[in-house]
């Protein structure tokens, strides 16, 4: 595995975490306005 492979993969790692928080953000919003509106 060389230098190159390595930081790609760490990227995709970096990528797929920021997006699981966003998801989970959303997720939470979306719960917060489905409470409010109730």
Do not use: P, R
């Not at 699981?20 to 953000?25: A, E, G, I, N, P």
């Amino acid at each position: 595995m060389n230098q190159k492979d390595i930081i790609i993969k760490h990227e995709n790692q970096s990528y797929s975490y920021a997006l699981s928080q966003v998801l989970s953000t959303l997720k939470g919003s979306t719960a917060n306005l489905k409470q409010s509106k109730y």
